[in-house]
């Protein structure tokens, strides 16, 4: 049984050709380009004869079942939107390999023991109303239609007033949320977005768990001052405070194999190049795949800030302004992924992954796992992400396969 390559180029290259722009490509949730190409993965997926069905929010489930089978079905798929300039292979390539995965079994007429249906997630970038994964949120049940009311546009739309505007039904007796029991499971295949597959030059990688996250906010109040006249031993520089502290909690990372810890926003008041900043906030970003090492870090993290904001004498608060607990994909999928991989020879890994996906909102709901094919120089959300074509078309012989197992096992 043999992946189709042009098929895959193909896809990928109609898709791309209706969302580029001078850098990339945009195709935001409920554009024209969103509307364009969702018209032809529908028109790809009659042509197979899977029926899809359109909830609420623009999420697509597309049930391949040639005997009409009545059993639980198996969801692969991804998101199909992408950030403002984004790249052409996040989200998208879980889309269009699925798609594959789907045409190959009905090419070679493979009966199949169980349905398999491809899931397409909507506004997983979080680009219209600043929160991420409104589909996957939604088909789980996380957010409710009620919730739309209070999300907005960068314009002040509600999230609700804006997708029926777009022409999308909001309409709940149509949805078809996830449920405990009523599915086999999902296997999402994503880019990396990261280096390490690239790097060793690996061309799959199997997820175990996806990353857990703190974020906190740090907001130091010292004294603005003359950055002339104020000798250095009279000062309280509430940013000179901050700087070692993000220094110094870098050093505290990498204390744990797998923990991360980054400072990327910071505001300093009153932000003038000859005055002493009086106030400065900072956000950290603390993420592991070892529960217990969030924590412990977390506090140690405070524990050095505190430590620091006495001896520069600023004060200080900290508050804990969002949190995510680690994700860890079913053992079982996670087994038979790696069985597959063996016995077809394919160059894999075990890995984890420090980005959410869709996902990791089914998780709670029904077993779930991950294929990642390699992001070139780990370079994501960017118009220079790329992946070769070669390692795609062994995450989709991966997919397949496993597929094929979990279908035709249970
Ligand atoms: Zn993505």
């Known amino acids: 049984m043999k992946i189709n390559r042009g098929r895959i180029e193909k896809d990928f290259k109609k898709i791309t050709s209706i969302s580029s722009t001078k850098l990339g490509c945009t195709r935001l949730s409920y554009s024209k380009e969103d509307k364009e190409v969702r018209k032809y993965l529908k028109e790809q997926l009659l042509e197979i004869g899977a029926d899809y069905r359109e909830d609420s929010v623009g999420n697509i489930r597309a049930k391949y079942n040639p005997k009409g089978l009545t059993t639980k079905s198996l969801l692969i798929g991804s998101h199909i939107d992408t950030v403002p300039n984004g790249g052409k292979f996040d989200g998208l390539t879980g889309v269009v390999c699925s798609l594959e995965v789907l045409r190959t079994i009905k090419e070679n007429d493979i009966e199949l023991g169980n349905p398999i ?31 739309l009311k209070n999300l907005y546009t960068d314009s002040g739309e509600t999230a609700y007033d804006y997708i029926h ?20 499971g999902m296997i999402e295949l994503h880019v990396e977005q990261g280096g390490v597959l690239d790097k060793e030059n690996i061309s799959v990688g199997i997820v175990e768990a996806i990353a857990g996250m703190n974020s906190v906010k740090v907001s130091l109040k010292g ?28 050093e ?153 197992k979990v279908v035709n096992n249970r």
């Open 117 to 147: 249906e491809l899931i397409i997630f909507a506004e997983e970038e979080g680009s219209n109303f600043g929160v991420t994964m409104i589909g996957s949120k939604y088909i789980t049940n996380k957010i409710g239609i009620e919730d």
């Open 223 to 250: 004294r603005a001052n003359h950055a002339g006249t104020t000798p250095m031993n009279m000062r309280n520089d509430a940013l000179l405070a901050a700087s070692e502290m993000i220094y110094k909690m870098s």
């Open 252 to 404: 505290i990372a990498l204390n744990y194999e797998t923990a991360v810890i980054t400072v990327g926003k910071i505001h300093a008041k009153p932000n003038a190049s000859n005055v002493i900043a009086g106030e400065v906030d900072f956000y950290i970003d603390i993420r592991d795949v070892v529960q217990e090492n969030i924590d412990v870090i977390t506090k140690n993290v405070e524990q050095l800030c505190y430590s620091i904001a006495k001896k520069d004498k600023v004060e200080i608060e900290i508050e804990t302004i969002g949190s995510s607990k680690v994700v860890k994909m079913d053992r079982e999928l996670v087994d038979i992924l790696e069985d597959e991989a063996k016995e077809k020879k394919l160059s894999y890994k075990r890995m984890n992954s420090g980005a959410v996906h869709d996902n990791a909102m089914l998780n709670d709901i029904i077993p779930t796992a991950m294929i990642f094919v390699p992001s070139i120089e780990g370079i994501s959300h960017s118009p220079y992400e790329d992946t070769n074509m070669e390692d795609i078309l062994v995450g989709t012989e991966l997919l397949l396969n496993a597929c094929l």
């Open 165 to 184: 505007a777009q022409g999308f039904n909001i309409d709940p007796e149509k949805d078809f949320p996830i449920q405990k029991g009523k599915e086999l």
